[in-house]
């Protein structure tokens, strides 16, 4: 390979990656001086003019002339009046030769050795590239086709043919893929394996639910809507509190869109994840009431880290959620735990020794010597505190808070 095809070929690669032409042309002199320096043992009496448009090479060596009895004959930059007159033979002593150097006669090694030189400098400058390009797309959502699906992860290929890697742990339980479909995921990090960027994308993130949400709700792009926090149990269930800088704009009509037309196609890319949206209070106990939906509370009490919700037992469920991921959310959406409790009225209450048919004599006694003689202390009560205090196993703990809400439904039937 000659010096206009290195630079053409380079050239070509530089142009399909977007690189700068400045950086192109270092790189091209780098290589092509090293070449040089192997061969006259300095380079710095040569130029090398690179056309990247034409994809050609020049290099000249710039040598003053001296007479043949010079001191300074035999340094890099001096030439005798003989050798200088059989590149022109009007040349005289003093002045300057000017010649151009072909890259071919420098030999098949040397160029051989440029070759590798310059393919090496591509790959890392493409690694640098490709790191540069992704690190200035952390957290925002792109599209990429899947190339390979594997047990542990999907491999996705971008325009330019980058590997993508979308881990098995970041995508939603539902996702099912194909080869050649194409896939939206948030870039969550870069890795980097010696000099090589590895591109990790996320569906499970909350940012990707955040960066939906700005793509679909103008208003949020717009400044008038905020996303005050997102939480997520992905594919099955999320939680966004949104607050408006425009009190004519309802931040929660907004992001729902009319007939719920903005977030369908959000709970569409999400495989049909449940996404409440909340509107953002520093009023803390209506934000828990809010955070809590479709519950309703009866009292909140505040304790520093924790938060104790006080409902009816037919509302207990409802906060709970499937799972448990309606109070997980919850807690994660205000900041603290939330402690559900169920309120019973004195009238509606059950004393445990009608039941005494159903549970344990000796565990009974145990409840009596605890003060837990009616329903309603033991609802009120948490299950590890009673476990802790009565010795009581857990499995028999459940079944006796089933068996009281139980009888609490019969009653009122």
Not at 158 to 174: A, F, G, H, R, T
Not at 230 to 238: L, T
Not at 345 to 352: H, L, M, T, V
Not at 390 to 396: A, K, L, M, S, Y
């Amino acid at each position: 390979m000659d010096s206009d095809k290195l630079v053409e070929s380079f050239a070509e690669f530089a142009k399909a990656k977007k690189i700068d032409r400045p950086i192109v042309i270092k790189i091209l002199d780098d290589v092509f001086r090293t070449i040089i320096k192997k061969k006259f043992d300095t380079d710095e009496n040569f130029d090398i003019i690179i056309n990247l448009d034409k994809g050609d090479l020049q290099i000249w060596r710039f040598r003053q002339i001296v007479s043949e009895d010079s001191e300074e004959l035999g340094e890099p930059d001096k030439i005798s009046i003989s050798e200088a007159r059989k590149i022109e033979p009007d040349f005289e002593i003093g002045e300057e030769v000017a010649e151009e150097i072909n890259i071919n006669n420098f030999g098949r090694r040397v160029i051989s050795i440029a070759k590798q030189t310059l393919l090496q400098k591509i790959k890392d400058l493409e690694k640098d590239t490709i790191y540069k390009k992704y690190a200035s797309l952390e957290g925002e959502i792109i599209s990429a086709e899947v190339h390979q699906v594997l047990t542990r992860e999907t491999v996705l290929i971008d325009e330019e043919n980058n590997e993508l890697i979308l881990p098995k742990s970041q995508q939603i339980s539902k996702d099912r893929y194909k080869k050649g479909e194409l896939v939206k995921a948030v870039v969550d990090h870069i890795e980097l394996h010696g000099r090589l960027p590895k591109i990790i994308l996320s569906r499970t993130t909350p940012i990707f639910l955040t960066k939906l949400l700005e793509n679909n709700v103008p208003e949020i792009t717009d400044g008038l809507i905020t996303i005050k926090k997102v939480v997520r149990e992905p594919g099955e269930r999320a939680k966004v509190a949104v607050e408006s800088y425009d009190e004519r704009i309802d931040p929660v009509g907004a992001c729902v869109g009319m007939k719920g037309s903005r977030i369908y196609n959000i709970v569409r890319e999400l495989k049909n994840e449940n996404i409440d949206i909340i509107n953002y209070t520093d009023n803390l106990n209506l934000y828990i009431s809010r955070a809590l939906n479709p519950a309703k509370i009866n009292s909140i009490q505040d304790d520093d880290d924790r938060i104790s919700v006080y409902l009816k037992p037919d509302q207990v469920s409802l906060a709970i959620g499937k799972g448990g991921q309606n109070i997980k959310l919850a807690s994660k959406l205000i900041g603290k735990e939330i402690d559900v409790y169920r309120e019973i009225n004195d009238e509606d209450d059950i004393n445990i020794y009608e039941l005494k048919d159903q549970i344990d004599s000796h565990d009974l006694e145990k409840l009596k010597q605890e003060g837990l003689v009616s329903a309603k202390k033991i609802l009120n009560a948490s299950k590890d505190e009673i476990v802790k205090s009565t010795g009581i196993d857990i499995e028999v703990i459940d079944k006796i808070y089933n068996l009281l809400e139980e009888e609490f439904k019969n009653s009122k039937s």
